[in-house]
């Protein structure tokens, strides 16, 4: 019989302070004897859109390591799970390094989180390069969005902070949350620029509590056909696009994302023009407080 060894483990969700309303997240503790097939299996079975592991960090400027997965592959790195581990760990009773400030070691190297005035955390977006896309795709992107007007004047770009996102504006916020997309075409325009699938996003009207809506509409080429909830990485790809498009809707700016699937996900997006940096951040909440039985076989 198998023997196993018993570590912290939380289900945190992401993105909302209200419990069941943003994305939620696994994330194991002390997953230093965890090859990878078992981090891949023990992600498997969450079911979950990323699990992550937490071990010991080989940067020494790192507060720790994390590796994320999905439910079939390895990720460098994902924005939801990145807020999400870093509320884990500090719920759990760790100290960064520097008071305020964590660094996360991840495949994409390292990645900077600080606490908010409001008590929040966010990720400065990683660097992303980002790829028009080619105008002999647009009937198969109007395809795929079932007819939304696109707002061209933003031209639709993939964008890879190390999830890559082809990001797309309509005209308006109504306009996203009606869309119903085709996913034939998503699948065909999203692999036409190597992509997970459509970031697509629309303006609320003045008044309204967040500027954008936001819905990321995955790709049947990577991920089983569906939307994601709340997508960090996805925001942080946007705000990348915003900035290099010019149309950055201020120093702040708040993203509703998951309005279609009944989910709340409130996302606070903020540019450090001194310091050159894009902030993502939001609330999280722990929903389930407790411990997994790890394989004891490999375990150090």
């Known amino acids: 019989m198998m023997t196993t060894h018993t570590v912290p483990f939380k289900q945190v969700d992401v993105f909302t302070a209200v419990p069941f309303k943003g994305n939620p997240l ?7 004897g965890l090859d990878t097939a078992q ?9 979950l859109s990323e699990t992550t592991f937490l071990v010991t960090p080989t940067d020494p400027s790192a507060d720790y390591h994390v590796r994320i997965f999905t439910t079939h592959f390895e990720l460098p790195f994902a924005g939801h799970p990145t807020l999400g581990t870093a509320h884990a760990l500090l719920e759990s009773g760790y100290r960064p390094k520097q008071p305020g400030k964590l660094i996360q070691q991840c495949g994409v190297g390292l990645v900077e989180l600080v606490e908010q005035t409001d008590g929040n955390w966010a990720f400065a977006a990683p660097p992303a390069p980002i790829v028009p896309l080619p105008q002999s795709e647009y009937d198969t992107l109007h395809a795929a969005l079932r007819g939304a007007t696109i707002d061209f004047s933003a031209p639709p770009c993939a964008v890879n902070n190390g999830v890559p996102w082809l990001v797309v504006r309509v005209n308006s916020a109504q306009e996203c949350l009606a869309i119903k997309a085709d996913t034939a075409a998503l699948a065909r325009v999203a692999e036409s620029v190597k992509t997970l699938g459509i970031a697509v996003y629309g303006p609320h009207e003045t008044g309204d509590p967040a500027t954008f809506e936001l819905r990321c509409l995955m790709s049947g080429a990577s991920f089983s056909v569906g939307e994601d909830p709340v997508t960090g990485s996805a925001n942080a790809a946007l705000a990348t696009l915003l900035l290099k498009q010019q149309k950055r809707p201020g120093v702040r700016y708040t993203v509703r994302q998951g309005t279609a ?13 001194a310091a050159d940096k894009i902030w993502i951040g939001g609330p999280a909440v722990t929903i389930v407080d407790g411990t ?3 394989p004891h076989a490999t375990a150090r």
């Open 292 to 294: 997994i039985d790890l």
């Open 39 to 47: 981090m891949q299996a023990i992600a498997h079975w969450t079911n």
């Open 261 to 273: 699937l009944g989910r709340a996900g409130d996302v606070v997006v903020r540019y450090d023009d």
């Open 26 to 32: 696994a994330v194991v503790f002390d997953a230093e």
